[in-house]
């Protein structure tokens, strides 16, 4: 079963951050909180991941709440490329990834 | 360039026959992943694997078979005893370790009538 709760969709305009949040109440110490989205019919693409601190890279941020029981990936200036499925997954010691069905992003110009 | 490549991008197959799709990496990665993917849902793992000869069962591994002979390859066989195999498949790879974030390939769809 899914670790995460997301909300099914979302929508932006072009050019606005995006805040799309994700609950993960029952995640572990050592579990990592990794960031995916994935466009029609193309592989799942690596977004962001992290463990504790706000993490930031190209593509977004990661902010993480104090006690890690959930998560906001933002995308600071929504593109019309960024529309996808984003998936906020718990990456365990087990080393598989537990996809839920994530949020649908839409971007509107 | 490194990689994940899936090999064919669309695969067509009649009713009891057997499959094999193929997975192959560049990257130097120890684990790889085989996942299925149906229309509007999300990922779901088959198999995986961490290294060279061995592999494990993944949620819904009930028929489809893997081999893991080459750090490189990971090809996925559907079986005939798959009663619902028509569906999106994806493979991946990574380092081993949670902080390690997986490449997905492009993906094989099959079709199975």
């Known amino acids: 079963d899914a670790k995460t709760t997301q909300p099914n969709s979302m929508e932006s305009n072009e050019e606005e951050p995006v805040h799309l949040p994700c609950n993960h109440s029952?995640?572990?110490?050592?579990?990592?909180i990794h960031w995916y989205r994935q466009l029609p019919s193309q592989g799942p693409e690596y977004v962001i991941h992290g463990l504790t601190s706000n993490v930031n890279n190209r593509m977004a941020s990661l902010a993480i709440a104090e006690d890690r029981k959930s998560s906001t990936l933002i995308l600071h200036r929504a593109t019309l490329r960024d529309a996808a499925v984003y998936y906020c997954?718990?990456?365990?010691?087990?080393?598989?990834?537990?996809f839920g069905t994530g949020t649908r992003l839409q971007v509107f110009p | 360039d490194g990689g994940i490549t899936q090999s064919p991008k669309y695969l067509f197959r009649k009713e009891g026959q057997n499959v094999t799709l193929s997975c192959e990496q560049n990257l130097n990665h120890d684990a790889m992943y085989w996942y299925r993917q149906d229309p509007g849902q999300g990922l779901r793992l088959i198999y995986y694997?961490?290294?060279?000869?061995?592999?494990q069962k993944g949620d819904i591994a009930e028929g489809y078979s893997v081999s893991r002979e080459k750090k490189e390859s990971f090809p996925l066989t559907v079986t005939s005893a798959q009663k619902n195999p028509t569906a999106f498949y994806l493979c991946?790879?990574?380092?081993?370790?949670?902080?390690?974030?997986?490449?997905f390939g492009p993906g094989t769809r099959l079709t199975v009538t």
């Open positions: 991946a790879s990574s380092l081993v370790g949670s902080s390690y974030e997986q490449y």
């Open positions: 029952t995640i572990s110490g050592t579990d990592y």
């Open positions: 997954i718990l990456r365990d010691d087990t080393d598989k990834l537990i």
């Open positions: 694997s961490q290294i060279v000869n061995d592999f």
